[in-house]
């Protein structure tokens, strides 16, 4: 019989990368990764997946691989892996390994790490970006505007390029330098040129531009004026033009990404899709290492692409000739990686208590994996029900409700994502299934602020604490008057980020919380303009003014100025190596709440940074969920 999910059943998982799909349409490469308690680490190996169905192979049993591409020619696996490297070791090692299996070899080891790489169309040579320069690890003399970065530490030393390895002589050459850094870069189908995309500005580095390189002189042309958000680029299957996904910022932050194409040789772009809905996933999830990738895939006439849609993520297919786009994939699911090639479609998705698998698509979907199909088997995975209610000012929320397997009326814990705008949905949370396990109900929605509807609802810029606000207070009514088991005198508010800095909100607005946990939070923003590796232009955005410009409203969005009204008890947690949001944020909450007598408890994680909850060491992610229990245990019994 199934037994309850405890914070140490982390382990239980297997996470799933990206799928690489050979050129046949036979195979499906991706690695696997499981979290390694006693080793405090994650293992990753590589697989093989038959796409017609049948056993998935291990190709590897090193425990530190990950990333596989296929080459050109379906012999070979390109990926990184950290073989023969300690866990203080910098950077990362490039291998190449038969897909008939055998020794892999290593082509190269760099201490700046190698992201991203792929194959030239001749399988001759590998392109991967990786930094440049080097970090000093005593005495920092800083002149960069933007010198930090979340999870990559300090960065005022660093540049990140484009360099090419010849597979066969092993030799490095950069193909891009100078002051600036390249996000992503792929190669024309005939392997002449490289696209790639830059952020070329240290203070709106949130803009990046589209740049063509020749791969034999050396020449670059710059397609995009410096106005747009851009995520990903792909070549058309003519190299004649090139897709992205970007947005040139109608509505700030909130605006959504869409599909977009230009000339390669140069021109004005152009947006492909009239879809209000974001061409992203950024549903929360804990499950995931390195498995996310939706950007769009030109193959033939038709551009496959991911949506945001509520609670889901969709596939959807869109002919270039005439850009109508039609649902491929729909369902309550998560789509978080996929490939295309010819008629094939595979991706990785996860459903509303399902855990991520490898599927394809031709005319139905098909599991192809079953990595995790032993853990229903052995723990006893709740399903959230879908709720919708109707909000004071007419607009449809949308969220989920996860009973415990509990008699009678058991409290209720209110829990706010981040971003603002990402969501809640059919990704799987291994933190909310412990919260149930342990006779907690778990209410999450999506407010306004939230992705996966239209840009309107998203945008709450200058309105933080209002809309948003107003959207979970009612919420948490709805559920009282609903659901028969809540018990609305036992209510807890727990949220990390954007959601840290809601909790640290509501308990300066509402006694009406008993608990109240906040995670890698906002208590200031005039701190957070000053110290977060995203300060200054997210701050101006989404409350509307700098600091300087006007303090008072500076001050009074921020959750510092309500400490005295406080009334519910506060956990903060917080990382030592958060750089989006500086553990400056959690002090002043924890300080100022104890200078003024209320109940407050501080617990700092060293060696993490913002991701910790989905992310993080092993050990670190357990202790984690381990003090929300305590907490909520001993306010809500």
């Known amino acids: 019989m199934p037994r309850p999910v405890e914070p140490e059943d982390l382990a239980a998982y297997a996470f799933l990368s990206e799928p690489s799909l050979s050129p046949d349409e036979r195979l499906v490469a991706l690695s696997v990764h499981r979290p390694l308690p006693d080793k405090d680490e994650y293992e990753g190996n590589l697989w093989l997946v038959p796409v017609a169905g049948g056993a998935p192979r291990q190709l590897t049993t090193a425990g530190k ?26 950077g990362t090692g490039l291998y190449v390994i038969p897909v008939d299996g055998g020794e892999a070899r290593l082509l190269l080891r760099r201490k700046e790490g190698v992201e991203g790489p792929s194959w030239s169309p001749d399988g001759t040579r590998i392109l991967f970006l990786s930094n440049v320069g080097a970090d000093d690890e005593d005495v920092r003399s800083i002149r960069r505007f933007n010198f930090w970065f979340n999870d990559k530490g300090y960065i005022y030393n660093l540049r990140k390029h484009a360099f090419v390895l010849d597979v066969a002589t092993g030799e490095v050459k950069p193909i891009t330098q100078g002051e600036f850094d390249v996000g992503k870069a792929v190669w024309s189908h005939d392997g002449k040129r490289v696209a790639y995309l830059a952020v070329t500005d240290d203070v709106r580095h949130y803009l990046a531009d589209l740049f063509v390189l020749d791969a034999a002189s050396g020449a670059v042309k710059q397609l995009t004026d410096h106005t747009m958000e851009i995520s990903s680029v792909a070549w058309s299957p003519d190299d004649r033009k090139l897709l992205f996904t970007g947005d040139d910022l109608p509505r700030g932050f909130a605006s959504h990404e869409h599909l977009w194409w230009i000339d390669a040789a140069g021109g004005k772009p152009e947006r492909l899709n009239g879809l209000d809905r974001n061409v992203n996933n950024s549903l ?27 609670g889901a993520v969709h596939l959807y297919s869109m002919k270039a000739s005439d850009r109508k786009a039609t649902l491929l994939v729909g369902g309550e699911r998560s789509v978080e990686a996929f490939q295309v090639h010819g008629g094939t479609v595979v991706f990785t998705a996860m459903e509303r208590s399902r855990l991520p698998e490898l599927y394809a698509f031709d005319g139905r979907v098909r599991a192809l994996t079953s990595f995790n199909a032993k853990v229903p088997e052995d723990l006893d995975l709740l399903t959230p029900e879908r709720l919708t209610f109707q909000a004071s000012d007419g607009a449809t929320v949308e969220g989920w409700i ?7 009326k058991v409290p209720l814990i209110l829990y706010v994502h981040g971003g603002p705008k990402t969501a809640f949905g059919h990704a799987y949370l291994h933190e909310f299934q412990v919260f149930a396990a342990k006779g907690y109900a ?50 807890a508010v727990a949220g ?5 800095f809601m909790t640290n909100w509501v308990i300066g607005q509402t006694p009406r919380f008993k608990a109240a946990v906040t995670d890698r939070s906002i208590a200031n923003w005039w701190t957070f303009w000053a110290t977060s590796d995203i300060g200054p232009h997210f701050t101006k955005d989404q409350i509307g003014v700098d600091p300087w410009e006007d303090e008072e409203t500076t001050m009074a ?35 100022s709440l104890k200078y003024h007598g209320k109940e407050v408890e501080m617990v700092l994680v060293p060696k993490e940074n913002h991701d910790l909850s989905r992310g993080g060491k092993p050990k670190h992610r357990v202790a984690r969920l381990k003090a929300y229990l305590r907490w909520f245990d001993a306010h809500l019994g």
């Not at 996860?402 to 009678?408: D, F, N, T």
């Open 284 to 310: 929360n999830c804990d499950v995931r290492m390195g498995g996310m990738n939706v950007e769009p895939k030109w193959v033939g006439d038709r551009i496959t692409f991911a949506v945001a849609d509520g």
């Open 496 to 500: 990390g980020s954007y959601g840290g």
């Open 442 to 491: 778990v209410l999450f929605v999506n407010p306004r602020g939230s992705d996966g509807y239209t840009e309107a609802f998203a945008d709450i810029r200058k309105h933080y604490g209002e809309r948003d606000y107003q959207d979970l207070m009612e919420a948490v009514d709805h559920a009282i008057a609903h659901y028969p088991f809540v018990d609305g005198s036992r209510l």
């Open 65 to 90: 691989d990950s990333a596989p591409k296929f080459s050109p020619d379906g012999t070979r696996i390109a990926f990184t892996s950290r073989r023969e490297m300690g866990k203080d070791d910098k």
């Open 557 to 591: 969005k921020s959750p510092i100025r309500y400490i005295r009204k406080v009334a519910t008890p506060l956990l903060i947690v917080h990382s030592f190596e958060d750089l989006r949001c500086w553990h400056v944020e959690a002090l002043q909450m924890y300080t």
């Open 402 to 408: 996860l009973e415990p397997r509990r008699e009678g």
